[in-house]
């Protein structure tokens, strides 16, 4: 992420009298609509049932967004703040987590993020299928055998073109960008102007979820992991800073983009609550967009839904095989990871991390045989296991925010005192994600963390190096170990957890 960003500026940083640092950049228009391509994936064709399936009320789903909005326009100007007053640290997400709280949790930091991107590309295999079984009904629900054989096969053959080199295919990226908004707005508009939002559904959405008996903090609890599963992204809004034309259209194109986001995933959450009720779109097949479109248009919405879905899934699956694969072959290259990652073919692409990646993905996709574990599971597992890459991320800004304000000085326009309550809300806004991940998937994730401590001794034995030499890092290290061992003991005794 901020390597190419860093690649791209100028090495003094200086800008001409216009305010141009680099000449042949892009410009506001194109930053904005290319920030608004990096964060908008699949989650917003299913964020509508997934926020009912949750027993969440209109009311609750309104307070998730308001908070999200507040949290994620932190993270993101958090990002965006540390890639101006810490250009030295290239590593970005691994990097800030290590310089401010050691490299144990800079190492989990980085394989957290890691595990949280192929996690993507599971629950991506899940509802690709989930929408290709309305025209292939083989598929079933998405997760049955013959989805698996699908998943594998699509997979293997990413793996395959991205040791070849291509990583980034410029038809395929346009294929995605046009699958994903044009539907979006086509639906945005169906139900405004073709008469099926109702407004007596939407006011008794707004009082009644799905689940009556649902406490109504527990509501809003339910609908805050969907909110940053659709967010999950926000930090590669800043990786394309260096690419800008003119410095200071950066951090505009930032808040121009997360404010279109935003309103695009409130609309289409609010409108669909004009549509049905809520008991009704909580019992909606994924994507829940396309039965949203069908209720209120026909059988051509359901149509436009999930071909666009499935248009926008293959082309997203190979982002982020790429993704899955670059992520631990950079840790590696910044000495997180073990040096077996850092092995590239001729072509340059990552074979061992490719690999290695695949497999794990496959192991998980092998899962859908044995357990009920659906798209909604493997997104929570997902967005569940980037928090703390975030979360460490958020702290270290407010740790400079307070502890370094010289570095602050000619980096940003807004005053210092900014900066700070940005960072502190970005820290409260990623502890309160972890509240509403709850204990059981908070030690869920712990089960997925504890194989990294493997690699983590393996690396420090290839250096040469001690490890667990503080406290700090032997009470991470104990957390990590008892709450899988709870985690272990809750799969054996609870039936049907997963």
Known sequence: MSKEALASTGADG??????????????LFRLVTTVITLIVG????????DQAAGGASGAAIITAWSISAVGVFCLVMTFFALSRVKPDLKGGIYTY???????????????GYWISALLCTVSFSALLFGALSYFFPIFGSG????????????????????????????????VITISKFVPLLIAIIAIIFLGAFNPEIFMANLQTGADPELAFVDQVQSAMMV??????GIEGAVAISGRARKSKDVGKATITAFVCVLTLYMMVSLLSMGVMPLSDLATLENPALAYVMQAAVGDWGAILINFAVSLSLIGAMLGYTVLASESPFEAAEEGVFIRAFTKTNKKGAPVVTLVVTNCIIELFLI?????????????????????????????????????????????????????????????VYSLFLSWAAGALGLILMCLLYLPGIVMYIWGKHERGEKCFQNTRDKVVLAIIVLAACVSVYLLVTTPGLV
């Not at 699949?42 to 049932?49: H, I, M, Q």
């Open 14 to 27: 200086s800008q001409s009298s216009d305010g141009v640092t680099n000449p042949n950049g892009i410009g």
């Open 97 to 111: 987590a290590s310089t401010g709280f050691g490299d144990f949790l800079g190492f989990n930091s980085a394989w």
């Open 367 to 427: 899962t859908w045989l044995f357990t009920d574990s659906t798209y909604q599971f493997f997104y929570t597992l997902s967005a569940g296991m980037i928090l703390l890459p975030y979360l460490l991320s958020a702290a270290y800004f407010a740790k400079v925010a307070f502890k370094e304000p010289e570095a602050f000085r000619g980096k940003l326009a807004a005053p210092l005192w900014f900066w700070r309550i940005l960072g502190v809300l970005g820290v």
């Open 143 to 174: 997760t049955d055998l013959a989805a698996v054989i699908g998943a594998s096969v699509i997979i293997w053959f990413y793996a395959f073109l991205v040791s070849r080199g291509i990583s980034e295919v410029t038809l395929i990226n346009a």
């Open 227 to 232: 909110t940053i599963w659709v967010f999950i």
């Open 42 to 49: 699949a989650g917003v064709f299913t964020l509508a049932g």
